[in-house]
């Protein structure tokens, strides 16, 4: 708001300095007068306008997600929170702001309201298409409206020149009250721009121009009508909001009835200025630039944004499972320790909204690799993991190897003479490895066989596939009756105990995501789709916030945020406000606020 109050003011300033030096000295009467308003217009549009540059790359996300397990708060001996009382500027300021405001709101119908007294409790008398008010007191001609006041006596002794009625008749003909009425509305709310004031005096001094000009096109005088002018000087002054004949500016009258302004100039000076509003408004509005992702598009054409991202995630380096995206009513949530947080997009980045912060998503498409802070992760599908998983038997089939694949587990099954027994392997460069015995047992992939350190080598055992096509086209919206079938058996089987835990092979979590995602909405209904998927938490109907809140937390953030990393402490009656109120923030709080504070846990703080 302040960025687009500056330029707005130094926009009107600019307008103004080219009317004052240059227009104003020229018989542009009424282009003057179009000018004069449309800068008013144009200074408060342009700072609001934004253009948009649109550049296009390709998709990326990355996740991040909150690592807590090296941070121990040791509880310092007074948890209560103390805030220090300090001046409130702000407040300070908008106060101020509105009293004015106000101030002269009340001014502004004060002078409306006094006007239309005068014209109910004085004598009218029609002339033309104008009402002349008959006032008792002396005063200068000057015109409100559909209404021109003046003396009564005068009018009735018939001392009144015909040119001085004629010259305030124009104004209501030419209906320069609505000018002044705009231009006094607007200053209730910008009364602090300087030029909206030096402005409104150019257009009052320009009414003059206009009227002076339509009086002395009836041939009257100009030597005598000038001294009309010189007359009336020292008279009374109407109310601001009149438009009248006696300012201080009747010099600026006289001379400019004895200017001239050529034919081609009048006709050239708007075509010089179409360039200098098109400068003008590309230097006070805003650019923006936009990075937007190529979408992919399935086979039937439809665009899929971030459909690579559901699945199940795991450690790039170790292949223990991280966590998993998945879809719900064509929104993103991200799975991660039994708990669910949305996903949302904000410019080309997507966010997983948690209750301390909100951590962006970028996958890296060429490798296929998602971030977490210095780890990379790798999707399941593409994970050796996968690969490994089935059923395998050596060439002399003395040793068979049963691989299965949990989410939170991988899990080999090795039987030999005739005894089975578990193991856990962990990741190595070419595949996986564990402790057998006193040996390490290594297995790698070579030409679709499984090979083991000792050379052995395995071939898979191709198990007969299921008379259920998991994949079979829809008919329809929705999933087809055997797909649902197969959805509700998998949902059902891993259906959550009392505390909430089950184990879940990754290939049959998969197919269930990729299955609940195509649901309708009656099937998400009726199918069982509460046994397969954790309860998702929506942040997004949270209450906001009290702003008063949210000021104490921007003070003390901006008070940590000024500190270095290295030597940042936070007492922990700091920290619970900070957290506790970040944590009630909505989505637009969060990114409105000052960003939550790193640091470092400290003890004996009192």
């Known amino acids: 708001m302040v960025a687009y109050l500056i330029k707005s003011v130094l926009c009107l300033g600019v307008l103004w300095a080219v009317y004052h030096f240059w227009l104003s000295k020229e018989q542009l009467f009424k282009f003057n007068r179009f000018y004069l308003l449309a800068s008013i217009v144009f200074s408060l549009v342009a700072p609001s306008i934004v253009f948009e540059t649109v550049t296009y790359v390709d998709p990326q996300a990355v996740v991040e997600i909150p690592d807590w397990s090296g941070v121990e708060i040791v509880q310092g001996i007074d948890p209560t929170i103390v805030t220090e009382e300090v001046f409130d500027w702000q407040l300070a300021l908008y106060s101020l702001y509105w009293t004015i405001a106000l101030l002269l709101a009340i001014r502004f119908c004060v002078g409306v309201i006094t006007l239309l007294h005068s014209t109910r409790k004085n004598p009218i008398k029609k002339w033309n298409n104008a009402s002349l008010i008959l006032l008792l007191k002396p005063l200068v001609p000057h015109t409100f409206l559909n209404y021109i006041f003046i003396n009564k006596a005068e009018y009735e002794q018939d001392k009144i020149n015909e040119e001085l009625l004629l010259h305030e008749y124009e104004h209501v003909k030419q209906k320069h009250s609505y000018d002044i009425l705009f231009i006094e509305f607007l200053q209730l709310f910008f009364w602090f721009n300087p030029f909206l004031h030096l402005v409104k005096k150019s257009i009052k001094l320009n009414h003059e121009f206009l009227a002076d000009n339509a009086v002395l096109k ?3 005088e100009i030597q005598k009508y000038q ?5 009336t000087v020292g008279l009374a002054h109407p109310t601001f909001l009149s ?3 006696n300012y201080n500016i009747t010099k600026k009258r006289l001379e400019m009835m004895s200017k001239s302004t050529a034919k081609a100039r009048r006709w050239g000076f708007p075509f010089l200025l179409v360039p200098m509003f098109a400068v003008l408004l590309y230097s006070f509005s805003s650019h923006q630039s936009i990075i937007k992702e190529k979408s992919f598009k399935d086979n039937n054409g439809e665009m899929q944004p971030a459909s690579e991202l559901v699945g199940v995630w795991l450690d790039a380096q170790t292949e223990d499972f991280g966590f998993s995206i998945l879809s719900n009513n064509n929104k993103l949530y991200l799975h991660w320790h039994y708990t669910s947080f949305p996903i949302e997009k904000f410019g080309n980045r997507y966010y997983a909204i948690t209750n301390k912060l909100d951590f962006p998503l970028q996958l890296n498409k060429k490798t296929g690799f998602l971030s977490i802070g210095n780890r990379r992760y790798v999707k399941e599908t593409n994970s050796h993991r996968n ?5 395998w038997i050596s060439s002399d089939e003395y040793i068979k190897i049963k691989i299965e694949n949990y989410t939170d587990a991988f899990i080999w099954s090795i039987t030999k003479n005739g005894k089975t027994n578990s193991y856990y392997p962990k990741k190595s460069e070419e595949g996986f490895l564990f402790g057998y015995g006193h040996d390490i047992w290594k297995f790698k ?46 949902a059902s089987k891993y259906k959550k105990n009392h505390y909430g835990e089950s184990r879940i092979l990754a290939k049959e979590m998969n197919l269930m995501y990729k299955l609940q995602s195509k649901m309708n909405k009656e099937q998400q209904i009726n199918s069982h789709v509460k046994y397969g998927f954790p ?3 929506n942040l997004e109907k949270k209450e906001k916030v009290p702003q008063k809140q949210i000021k104490l937390y921007n003070r003390l953030a901006r008070k940590y945020n000024n500190q270095q990393v290295e030597s940042r402490v936070i007492p922990t009656k700091d920290l619970q406000f900070l957290e506790r109120v970040y944590s009630y923030m909505t989505i637009v709080q969060k990114r409105n606020a000052e960003p939550f504070p790193e640091y470092t846990p400290i003890t004996n703080q009192k």
């Open 227 to 231: 001294e009309l002018l010189l007359k």
């Open 535 to 537: 309860k998702i938490i």
């Open 243 to 245: 438009s009248s004949i």
């Open 218 to 220: 009836t041939d009257i």
């Open 387 to 391: 690969k490994f998983e089935g059923y």
């Open 445 to 490: 992939i070579e030409n679709g066989l499984l090979v083991d350190s000792n050379g052995i080598t395995y071939s898979r055992i191709i198990k007969p596939p299921s008379s259920t096509n998991l994949y079979e086209k829809t008919t329809g919206i929705g999933l087809t009756n055997s797909q649902l079938l197969v959805y509700n058996e998998l």
